[in-house]
């Protein structure tokens, strides 16, 4: 099996790799990428602009962050795409049936987990272009992850009094409207080549707004556009998805939701969510 030689590289001296990332976000319109340094555990914004960075294929728990600061998982736990063990997690661990199919317990006293479960969510309807997802969050980060997301715009359509009643509701809806509640990075780059079209959006959100009055007895809001993405849209040509792991360097180009898009022989797409509990370096390390 043929296999890349940054890769074979790069498993050779990614324990030797400076940062830490352990967290990627957006600051408004400003996508930040946190890295503890391996030597002081100093945190530090890792410059995105600069695509020039090898990322391990190993990820460690990204440690707890606390009112102190940021404090390193003391057993350098292994951990798979929630980037955190349960020990660092402690209180805030949320169970993943908790997080994408809570159950009617969580309705109950008997839920673990309540201050997270049985705290006000929101439905909405996220778009992108003219594709158009169902989902839901809670009321304290709406915006902030349709941003994470990088929607183009997003309507609400209904609060729920606990994670468990916004949730049934959802699967309903998407169920009987068939309404997408998921849409693949590779899917989404495909909009990234052509302008967005806004009359078709107002058009679907109508629809939409109208369909989910009659049937469900919601009151979906109007629509709110999220349009000050670092990037110029539209590109020239669709990207191509770049795994995580391995060497990045080209010419920076913009982002957008998880997204980077950077010009290396064509125009390459790095999921950034992907990227926390793994380690980077600087290009000179090769």
């Known amino acids: ?95 993943q049936e908790c997080i994408f199919n809570p159950p009617e317990k969580c309705e109950n006293e008997s839920c673990k987990m309540p201050d997270f479960c049985r705290r006000p969510h929101i439905l909405y309807l996220a778009f992108y272009d003219t594709k158009v997802k169902i989902g839901m969050s809670s009321t304290r980060r709406v915006e902030r992850r349709l941003i994470e997301q990088g929607a183009d715009a997003y309507a609400l359509i209904g609060e729920f009094q606990s994670r468990y009643l916004a949730r049934e509701m959802e699967k309903r809806i998407s169920e009987e409207m068939r309404l997408a509640q998921y849409f693949r990075q590779e899917s989404l780059m495909l909009n990234l080549a052509r302008r967005v079209d806004a009359a078709g959006i107002e058009a679907r959100h109508e629809g939409l ?34 795994p995580t792991w391995g060497m990045h360097r080209g010419e920076y180009i913009g982002c957008k939701g998880r997204l980077l898009i950077y010009e290396a022989d064509g125009l390459v797409g790095l999921d950034l969510g992907d990227v926390p509990s793994r380690y980077l370096s600087r290009d000179g390390v090769l």
């Open 1 to 95: 099996m043929f296999v890349r030689a940054d890769r074979i590289r790069i498993g050779q001296i990614e324990d030797d790799f400076a940062l830490h990332a352990i967290d990627f976000s957006w600051e408004g319109f400003e996508p930040v990428m946190t890295c503890a340094q391996v030597d002081t555990d100093e945190t530090c914004r890792f410059d995105l602009e600069d695509v020039s960075f090898a990322v391990s294929k190993k990820r460690v728990c990204v440690g707890q962050f606390g009112d102190e600061g940021h404090m390193p998982c003391p057993r350098n736990a292994p951990v798979g795409r929630l980037g955190q063990c349960p020990d660092c997690a402690g209180e805030s661990f949320v169970p």
């Open 209 to 242: 707004r109208t369909s989910l009055s009659e049937a469900y007895q919601l009151s979906p809001g109007p629509l709110t556009w999220i349009d000050g993405y670092p990037i110029d849209l539209p590109l020239k040509t669709v990207p191509r998805l770049e």
